[in-house]
């Protein structure tokens, strides 16, 4: 399978601290992507890096690919409650144009 | 404003009973997506059309089909729903960096 992998399955912080999950794939990929979902609610996009990418910046989100390792970290700087959410990655591999393999989410809770 | 729209949020239908779900986009792009997400899983892509070429997934079983009139709609149709078919289902576009946008989704109850 080419799914991605997610850890840790769940993070429980509190209102400033930094939120880290990680992400493992397995074949080779044009981008990877990381979504917000929020219960009962669709997937809102957060940042797509692309292969030849290292790290992107979006606000307080920073993400890093590393190819070598087939690896991506979300980092979530001065969390707020309102970033409590389920975030999943996605990758789009290089023989999948335009299809998304998403892996299993890591559920972030994040309290006052 | 809403990029991907979808009808109804909420679908309850009985077992057996074919039910459609319905997407429509703004973006005016070629490429929409269906995908099913169960409870606590990762969204599992069912098809997607590239213009009015259908892609199945080949684990997406028969009961499931798909229709595209046109570049803004699309439908999904269950044709005898099953208990295990009750999930969010989730419709979605492509932005011109290959993200992609999604609708709400739909949730459907199988009773």
């Known amino acids: 399978s080419q799914q991605g992998e997610e850890d840790p399955q769940a993070l429980s912080i509190q209102e400033g601290e930094n939120a880290t999950m990680n992400c493992s794939y397995k074949t080779s990929i044009n981008n990877l992507q990381w979504y917000r979902q929020n219960s009962g609610r669709g997937l809102v996009h957060l940042i797509l890096?692309?292969?030849?990418?290292r790290e992107k910046h979006s606000g307080r989100l920073r993400v890093t690919l590393d190819t070598s390792k087939k690896s991506s970290s979300l980092l979530i700087t001065a969390s707020r409650a309102a970033d409590t959410a389920s975030y999943f990655c996605?990758?789009?591999?290089?023989?999948?144009?335009?299809?998304?393999?998403f892996g299993a989410g890591t559920q972030v809770v994040v309290t006052p | 404003d809403a990029m991907v729209i979808q009808n109804p949020r909420y679908q309850v239908t009985q077992f057996g009973k074919p039910v459609t779900l319905s997407c429509s986009q703004t973006?005016?792009?070629?490429?929409m997506y269906w995908y099913q997400q169960k409870s606590s899983q990762a969204p599992k892509l069912l098809f997607h059309y590239y213009d009015k070429d259908f892609n199945n997934e080949a684990d997406t079983p028969d009961n499931f089909q798909s229709r595209r009139p046109n570049t803004s709609f699309c439908f999904l149709d269950i044709r005898s729903p099953g208990l295990g078919d009750a999930a969010m289902y989730l419709c979605?576009?492509?932005?011109?960096?290959?993200?992609?946008?999604f609708g709400p989704g739909t949730r459907l109850t199988v009773l």
């Open positions: 890096i692309r292969s030849n990418e």
């Open positions: 996605a990758t789009e591999h290089a023989d999948s144009w335009g299809k998304l393999q």
């Open positions: 973006l005016n792009h070629n490429v």
């Open positions: 979605a576009t492509t932005g011109v960096g290959n993200e992609q946008f």
